[in-house]
């Protein structure tokens, strides 16, 4: 009884890591956050209400971090996260996606901070479902066709960041 128990376990758990493959606009269909995808579509608001697409960066090469401020190790990466905005090469854009549903709250901790980055709001949770976010901080690197080129779980330091989006516009 206890091997047959094992073998159902070990088939859900296989059904579960393989299913989303095979679902539409999953893994199979070309479109998804994995690397050699084209990255998902991303239309969120800014922090002052203005729509922003993943898609008007197009012709660069992407840094879309996904973050929130209740996030430790977001707060690690956010100073090195500001000096990427400082020193961003004309031919990259940075995007930062807060997964948080308040934006008086985004507007203060950047403020608090001297954060001045771009900020688009996922209150809904839509952008963190359709990029496959299941930790903060998540960053993915896009290059200028749209295409995702690298996924980083985790904070990353300034000079990471500058190699992968070099690598990301290649």
């Not at 008007?56 to 996260?81: H, I, Q, T």
């Not at 985004?106 to 949770?125: C, K, P, T, W």
């Not at 976010?133 to 500058?162: C, D, H, Q, W």
Request: hydrophobic share 45%; with cysteine; glycine share 10%.
């Amino acid at each position: 009884m206890g091997r047959w128990l094992t073998g159902v376990v070990v088939m859900m758990w296989l059904l579960v890591l393989l299913g989303g493959a095979f679902r539409p606009g999953g893994q199979a269909a070309g479109v998804g956050a994995g690397v050699g995808q084209a990255a998902p579509v991303l239309q969120a608001a800014t922090l002052d209400g203005r729509p922003l697409s993943l898609a008007d960066l197009r012709g660069k090469a992407v840094y879309l971090n996904f973050w929130a401020s209740w996030c430790a190790p977001c707060r690690l990466e956010m100073p090195e996260v500001q000096r990427l905005a400082a020193n961003l090469p004309p031919d990259a854009a940075l995007l930062t996606v807060n997964t948080e549903s308040s934006p008086a709250e985004i507007q203060r901790f950047l403020q608090e901070h001297g954060y001045d980055f771009a900020v688009v709001q996922d209150g809904s949770g839509k952008a963190e479902a359709d990029f496959r976010v299941l930790s903060l901080p998540t960053s993915l690197f896009i290059s200028p066709e749209g295409v995702v080129k690298a996924r980083v779980n985790g904070p990353l330091t300034y000079t990471a960041m500058v190699e992968y989006l070099k690598a990301a516009g290649r």
